[in-house]
Nanobody
Framework: QVQLRESGGDSVQAGGSLELSCVVS????????MGWFRQVSGKEREGIAS????????IYHDSVKGRFTISQDNAKNAMYLRMKDLKPGDTAMYYC????????????????????WGQGTQVTVSS
């Protein structure tokens, strides 16, 4: 069973930067579709970035393109989300997600494409 441990959430001023980390255990890291989602209380969970660890292919939601960068470190079994130029609208609980796949797969921003979820890490951006 895939287990995910997120970290890195914090409170920052608008324009600031943060890096979220998600460490994976319980499955071969290079055979995972992984993603970052965020959720504001009362709203649906939103996919913002996803990567297929087999080849590093990634996609972004339009709202974060140019500001957020998803990456992976195979040696550390970890995925990262580097966030810059943060805005108050980025305030949310951020979740790491993963879906094992024994065959080549594609990234997706749909929550239905993931079966394992982390506990979430809070990002708060003040103006």
């Amino acid at each position: 069973q895939v287990q995910l441990r997120e970290s890195g959430g914090d409170s920052v001023q608008a324009g600031g930067s943060l890096e979220l980390s998600c460490v994976v255990s319980g499955y071969t890291f290079r055979r995972l579709r992984m993603g970052w989602f965020r959720q504001v209380s009362g709203k649906e969970r939103e996919g913002i970035a996803s990567i297929w660890t087999g080849n590093g292919n990634y996609i972004y939601h339009d709202s974060v393109k140019g500001r957020f960068t998803i990456s992976q470190d195979n040696a550390k079994n970890a995925m990262y989300l580097r966030m810059k130029d943060l805005k108050p609208g980025d305030t949310a609980m951020y979740y790491c997600a993963a879906e094992p796949s024994p065959v080549n797969s594609l990234p997706t921003l749909k929550s239905s494409g993931f079966s394992s979820w982390g506990q979430g890490t809070q990002v708060t951006v003040s103006s």
